[in-house]
């Protein structure tokens, strides 16, 4: 299959734009699109051919469930049963970076559910994905456009190197704004349980729920015969073939220089050692594979940084990789919960 691939001038009318791309949508195609999170791997949520497409694209296992794209939140009234908890969050945090797990209706197909009787739906925050929603006429299942077990992507190019020759389209439009997937919550009658931390934070989401359980596969590694919330969480995801080595900041006063001494001694007994790690810290490193994440606090930038660098690493001939986490306030918790994950849980103290 050739994939075709679409440049978008945000400039211009986006409905002429993403004609073609509806059509193959209604057609049962797929098509690869941004959104402000990562790029979508879409296809008509309602065709159960189209969504085992999404799977055989991705190499994805058959039981871990599709998230559906509508255009607006009241679309989700059609797809499953929305409560005056889905309204709260709706109202404060949609369209935006956040995916809600309600109980399903019967329209939904169980491929895109992975047989669960609940349905995870998201209305995207960026105009070419609400376009394209709009413009296909039917709401667009969409995984993140990777191979399975890769980072997300955040860029066209990522997109393209994953799935040339395996779908019909790939939208450019440029950069991800937040880089990091939606947060994933879960309501269950009116309580709501954070799955997936994201770019609407656990701080954001208290302040209009109060409440919120998190799920421990957020922070800590399951036993094998315990089961995330959200089955995506128990898969291997994002690591580099390195091993990386992940030091969480504990922002004691001789962290930065302490963490410095210690990555520098690794560079020197293994030049093909390689960091991840905020600008100030890196500015002390002495090594050929260093990845800035951006200024020190700059949570958001950190966010926006790390899947690139993930797959970047891929490119070096990098042997183990250092990184460097702050806390979890914020997208924090959404950080390190990709790290910890890119790092296979091997958490060090330095
Ligand atoms: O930002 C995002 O959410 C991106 C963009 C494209 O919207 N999508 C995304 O999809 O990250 P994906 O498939 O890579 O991750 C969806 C996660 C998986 O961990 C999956 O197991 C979980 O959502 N999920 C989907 N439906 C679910 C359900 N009914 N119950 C529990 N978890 C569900
Ligand atoms: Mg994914």
Redesign the pocket.
Known sequence: MITKFVKIDSKKDLSGQLSEAAEIIKNGGLVAFP?E????LGASGLDPDASKKIYLAKGRPSD????I?VSAPEEAEKYCYVNDMFYKLANAFMPG?I?V?LKKKSIVPDTV?GG?N???V?C?SDPVARELIKLSGVPIA???ANTSGKP?PTCAEHVLNDMDGKIDMIIDGGSCKIGL??T?V?ITDENVSL??PGGITLEMLERVCGTISVDKAVREKLADNERP?????KYKHYAPKAQVYLIFDDNSTDFQNRVAEFINAKININPLTGAMCYTELCKQLNGKYIKDLGKKNDKEEHAKRLFAYLREFDETPVTEIYAVTEDESGIGLAVRNRMIKASGYNIIEV
């Open positions: 959104t999170t990562v790029y979508g871990n469930p599709l998230i794209h970076p995916t797990i559910t669960l609940t349905v995870a998201r995207p969409a995984p993140s997300s997937e939606s994933i879960k799955l997936r919330l959200a089955p995506g969480m």
